[in-house]
């Protein structure tokens, strides 16, 4: 039966028709719904993990217990996952084991533009790389028959664009790859020392391998349209090529993508007077075809930041420009913002009001960096708001304690900022943690994590207790507040500010886009009381406004948190 899936759902389909046991992620934007895909299928057990670590470990555990594993995570989460990957590539595997990751040409939801393949080498990993839906779904399938093959993990590579576009996917049976034994084998699986160093020996034996195998495979291909020029590409760029080019060129298709292969490369180039290597971000495979002595063109003409697109394409190989629309007027800039009735906004409304450096992290909460709050100083990746506040305050002493916070969200927290705030407590610096508790993990779409008392069915699990568990690592003071009440939320940040030791405030109030959520009537502003003094656009809220020398309440947004109310000093909101 033919389906038009997302790339995202088309790989959740391969694991169903792979025959897979068990699957374990971290949600990240690009690379959420294949998990959110896969868990519709009952013969998967999937489960939202605490970070991609857990989740990459919780897949070699199934692997080696004799079921073909998967987990997933966006670029970003796989310099998380990495340590046990590493190792994974010596053990290989016993059940097929795949891990997929997103990448994000052009940072649409992330805070670099990392490129995986340069994982797949360091790791000495096959990576296979799709184009669209229908090859998600069969590059999925056939990564599973690879890692049991070679006694390998296997990375699938998707991009925002394969993963959050639609194409036709022909759906088949699921075929159930059984539970292969488990024999007790240290040699095989216990990394000591002695036993890594013959590893290492057949992970090179096991890549040369691979490369013979690149050399026929149908994941590699040659399309020949008799041309002068050659074009060297793979995943989505290999669409961008295909309709700014079309028969215009020869095509080199690749799907596997680590290893390279040699022979076919250099059989393709001998067709060809030019060949081009377009690809996105880093110039991986053009290096490699430099490195067989081939003359190509790559980052010298394509852009090394950013995604390629088909308009790019055609100018730049053939120097036309593509017809498009323009606007004549500009359209103004519209920056992402918190949601209205955001139980975050409060929260930095009272860090702006205080003038404290704010130690940020990954969430919804990191759109406090934008104005007019501009109340974040620095966001490095997951749970480093918490362990650089201690690095801040250890170098800046009590000039910095007594004038700085994190802030951190619950799922992050459990992510990777509990070893932050060990660190903290073990090493005495005397800093203030603010845990903004809004029952879910935010910005990815409201999965649930160890915190909210749900698995990712929906099912009761067993809820973390944020409070006992800063208390058992050693914070004492410890305070929970509704960032609603912004006078409850100023009074216990100066209290815990000018405190001699370590604290932590949990902001907790529910997401305002949660659908239990049980919201208030909007307020409204009586024009014969406002002033128009602006201090309730202080807050930054999308529904209020500013017309005519008075505030405006949109009363379509508005969710009667009132925050604004609070603010106003003529009593003007209601």
Known sequence: MKQLYLGNEAVARGLYEAGVKVVSAYPGTPSTEITESAVKYPEIYCEWAPNEKVATETACGASIGGARSFC???HVGLNVAADPLFTMSYIGVNGGMVLAVADDPGMHSSQNEQDSRNYAKAAKLPMLEPSDSRECKEFTKLAYQLSEQFDTPVILRLSTRVAHSRSIVETEDRQEAGLKPYVKNPAKNVMLPAFAKPKHEKVEARTQALIAYGETTELNRIEDNGAKIGVITSGVAYQYVKEAMGDKVNYCKLGLVWPLPEKLLLDFAARCETVYVAEELDDFIETHCKALGMKVIGKDLFPRCGELSQKIVRKLLSGEEAESLSLEAAI???????????????????LKRAGVYVSGDIGCYTLGASAPLGAMDSCICMGASVSALHGYNKARGAEGEKKSVAVIGDSTFAHSGITSLIDIAYNRSNSVVIVLDNSITGMTGHQQNPTTGFNIKGEPATAVDLEALCHA?????????????????????????????????????????LKYVKHNPPLSVAEDKCVGCKACLGIGCPAISYRDGKAVIDGTQCVGCGVCESLCPKGAIG
């Open 332 to 350: 103004p800039v519209r920056p992402p913002v918190m949601c209205c009735g955001c139980p975050h906004r409060g929260v930095f409304y009272a």
């Open 72 to 74: 997933a995570m966006k």
């Open 473 to 513: 690592i050693g914070i004492r003071r410890v305070t929970v507040v509704d960032p609603y009440d912004l006078k409850q939320v100023m009074a216990v940040l100066k209290e815990e500010l000018a405190a001699e030791e370590p604290s932590v405030i949990i902001s907790r109030r529910p997401c305002a886009l």
